[in-house]
């Protein structure tokens, strides 16, 4: 059964700092990885997609990392703003059996950004 | 072009009772997948269609089901309401079910008194 484990549970920082957050998932048959936010009773947005075969993705201030043998991923957010307060779900969709084509959350990271 | 949309946005309903939520996925897209997410927890994987077919299964009770329409538009829906039940319902909307991106509603917020 796959599972995923996200570290830090929350975070505070001020403004201005590059931050990571991890991702560690226990099965490596994976088709990819996809990292999202979401704001406080909203759905999920869509932050970045990790192909298994890929090591890294970036978009704007966002890389994202995967490191399939070992079952590890991160995000790195550059410069963080107040407007990057959220929660981070990272998740991954199974490759095979009973996980084929279903997204496997972590918990989340609550990132808060002061001014 | 109009994103993964779902009706309704909130819903109070009393123990015993059912519930339909509504999903739309985004143009062209013919997998929809449907998650409960409890206040402090990831989403949790309930079902997946595609092609109007039920392609996965979680571990939730058999009170839920659902069913993907020929539009690929979907109905998830629940019975003799728990308490336990009140949570975030997200659909999410992909090309097909397999590595694609997918991609999630707003969600519906169900309060069972």
């Known amino acids: 059964k796959q599972e995923v484990t996200q570290i830090p549970a929350a975070l505070s920082v001020p403004e201005g700092e590059n931050l990571v957050l991890n991702c560690s998932f226990t099965?490596?048959?994976?088709?990819?990885l996809q990292w999202f936010r979401q704001d406080p009773g909203k759905g999920l947005t869509s932050l970045l997609l990790?192909?298994?075969?890929?090591r890294e993705q970036t978009s704007g201030r966002l890389n994202a990392s995967l490191d399939k043998s070992s079952g590890r991923s991160t995000l790195y957010i550059a410069a963080s703003q107040p407007g990057d307060s959220a929660t981070y779900l990272c998740a991954v969709i199974g490759a095979g059996g009973t996980s084929y084509g279903k997204l496997t959350f972590g918990q989340g990271t609550i990132l808060t950004v002061h001014p | 072009d109009a994103g993964v949309t779902q009706s309704p946005t909130h819903l109070i309903k009393t123990r015993g009772q059912h519930v339909t939520l509504r999903c739309s996925p985004i143009?062209?897209?013919?997998?929809v997948s449907w998650y409960q997410q409890v206040l402090g927890q990831g989403p949790q994987f309930i079902f997946q269609y595609y092609e109007k077919e039920e392609r996965g299964r979680g571990n939730f009770p058999d009170r839920f089901s659902a069913r993907q329409f020929p539009n690929y538009s979907s109905e998830l829906n629940v019975n003799a309401l728990l308490l336990g039940d009140s949570a975030l319902y997200l659909c999410a909307s992909s090309f097909w079910p397999g590595g694609n991106e997918q991609f999630f509603g707003p969600g519906t917020r169900l309060t069972v008194l």
């Open positions: 099965d490596s048959a994976i088709y990819n």
């Open positions: 143009s062209g897209h013919k997998s």
């Open positions: 990790i192909q298994s075969s890929q």
